[in-house]
């Protein structure tokens, strides 16, 4: 595979930034399906694929969102013309005989809630970032945020599959850049690395 360049490299990395405010620029549904497109590309164990999205998008369901919400959140979810609500699924293993047909790797998980629930939740929050980067790819800035009351997601989103719980939520659109703060630090390589 190529190099990217220093613009891609901008563009996904050092120039994106965390918005908590949009302009008023709708974000077209087209955009939502190509985001899914790019990011299940994204590496996950064993193909497993857990993350279930859900886009809200009109301003009822936002609403809906936001009354889970804590903190500041709520009124970021509410202005947000997007919110992604990436849930885990704990019986992903069921569709490994369709994902990951070479083998039977849905026998793995049989039998193991344990093992499934900690693969959820690693592997759709992996696809959480690949949301994060397709996002950016597409032109699209993002504010992921944790700051919500779990069960309360649960229940208004995921209430007709039981086995997706919320792992976290993500606000997308066209950030306002007016409203940043300055950037926080990011430490060289020695501060948290080391070569074993």
């Not at 996904?12 to 549904?29: M, S």
């Not at 497109?37 to 009822?60: F, H, Y």
């Not at 996002?135 to 944790?146: H, I, N, Q």
Request: hydrophobic content about 40%; aromatic content about 10%.
């Amino acid at each position: 595979m190529a190099k990217l360049d220093d613009q891609a490299l901008d563009t996904l990395f050092r120039g994106a930034r965390t918005f908590n405010h949009y302009t008023d620029r709708p974000v077209d549904e087209t955009v939502l399906h190509d985001i899914w497109d790019l990011m299940k590309w994204g590496p996950t164990s064993a193909n497993q694929l857990p993350a279930r999205i859900v886009w809200c998008v009109s301003q009822e369901s936002r609403d809906r969102l936001a009354a889970c919400c804590t903190g500041a959140n709520p009124d970021k979810v509410r202005a947000a013309p997007v919110t992604a609500i990436i849930g885990m699924d704990r019986e992903f293993h069921q569709y490994l005989p369709e994902l990951f047909p070479h083998t039977d790797a849905k026998s793995w998980f049989d039998g193991n809630a344990e093992l499934r629930a900690a693969s959820a939740f690693r592997n759709s929050s992996l696809q959480g970032a690949y949301l994060i980067l397709a996002a950016r790819a597409l032109g699209l800035d993002t504010g992921p945020m944790s700051g919500f009351d779990a069960g309360a997601v649960d229940k208004a989103f995921f209430a007709e599959t039981p086995s997706v719980t919320a792992n976290f939520i993500a606000t997308l659109g066209y950030g306002d850049t007016d409203t940043l703060h300055p950037r926080s630090p990011r430490p060289d390589f020695a501060k948290f690395n080391r070569i074993a």
